[in-house]
């Protein structure tokens, strides 16, 4: 028996079907990237993006289709919008959330799923504790041997006009942090070298239960201490944090450990106050700005990244000229800029979505044009100067060179690397730099 896990969205969701394939695995099936071979096949869905929901109707008209010649049995969970949820209640044989994972077995087994439960289930010593969260009790399978997804925090309360996300995944709710150690220092001592703490808005950890829970800069110094302890190389990551949560405490835990890497993905979505207000992201840029100063002072080799929507509803060119003069002043060394798409559920979904599809393009090539010269600037500066990377894979454009990243998540291409280094840090001089990449050779080789 095989199963096929298709994952779509965000790093949550990729750690979300790393736990969904211990469960599934537990019921005694292979594990197969190859559709055609399963005869069970689920979808770990983001209703976030319309690009994305269209995807899954996609690959379930497929699916359907094969059932007229083979057995097939299909789920999917993940981050879905309740509309998009009632149209897959007829499309796919099971929809599940991801708090009702515990259960998956059983209903499988209600839609004709054979199962075969081996004697280590990971839903054997399951503590029900809340049954928003037993899903984080399942010890997920890792799809890498040396980087990993922690959860940390599910939901959020922020409630921006464009997002969907307290829409498909609830409200805060943060994790435990003695499993969140836990877990950690089960990475640490595996060797994994990079660990990323994933939530909605990581940085508001612990406010959903005051007096019960520690702050998310206390988490980071709990987890720095178990770097600072154990002796092994690694970096921590976090994502996405929130400018209306982010603390200087936070930036102050950073620069105490070395292990906590120093980069910082914060998203800022506009440029211009007004449409700020209209996204209701309920911070302004001289908050923003703040923040960005004391990363500067306090982690002064820090990259920063951010998100940005363009075409957002009644985005004029002025305003987004404010944004491009804010990256200007910032120099990110990436923006994730997306093209403004309404999503049901959503607030900003009952307002006019005014501005064309080929405005939103040209917008989004001109915040680009920005990005590329800021990027490019501090590449440059790079250039001559050695650098550790971890070697993540074999580089999909020149044969011979291996696709790695520095600290601060800036992608290098390793020129006459043997494939046995990947998942390894090296030490690595910068010979060229491109607008939003690097090259360098190994140091020594």
Partial sequence: MKCCVVTLGCQMNQSDSERIRSVIEGMGYEMTEVEEEASLIGVVACSVRQKAIDKVYSKIQKWNQWKNNRPLVTFVSGCILPADEIKFLKLFDLVFRMNELPEL????????????????????????????????????????????????????????????VPYTRGREVSRASEDILTEIQKLIDRDVKSITLLGQNVNSYGQDKPGEEISFAELLRRVGELGKTGGKEFWVYFTSPHPRDMTRDVIEAM????????????????????????????????????????????????????D?????????????????ELMLKVKFNMAYIAKYSPRVGARSARWEDDITAQQKSDRLARLGEVLKRSSLTHNEAMVGKTFRVLVERADKRMAGALAARTEGKLPVRVLDAPDELIGTFQDVEIVSAAELSLTGKLVGA
């Fill in 308 to 324: 940005i929507i363009v075409g957002f509803s009644g985005e004029t060119e002025e305003q987004l000229e404010n944004t491009a």
């Fill in 255 to 306: 620069a105490e450990y070395d292990c906590l890497a120093k980069q910082i993905h914060l998203p800022v979505q506009s440029g211009d106050e007004k449409l700020l207000r209209r996204m209701n992201r309920n911070h302004n840029i001289e908050d923003y700005l703040k923040i960005v100063a004391d990363i500067r002072e306090l982690l002064p080799t820090a990259t920063i990244f951010t």
């Fill in 105 to 164: 077995p059983d209903m499988l087994h209600q839609c004709g799923v054979a199962t075969e439960f081996s004697a280590r289930h990971p839903l054997n010593d399951l503590k029900h504790e809340d049954e928003r969260t037993d899903f984080w009790q399942v010890e997920p399978t890792y799809s890498s041997g040396f980087e990993a997804f922690v959860p940390i925090q599910n939901g959020c309360d922020k409630f921006c006009s464009f997002c969907a």
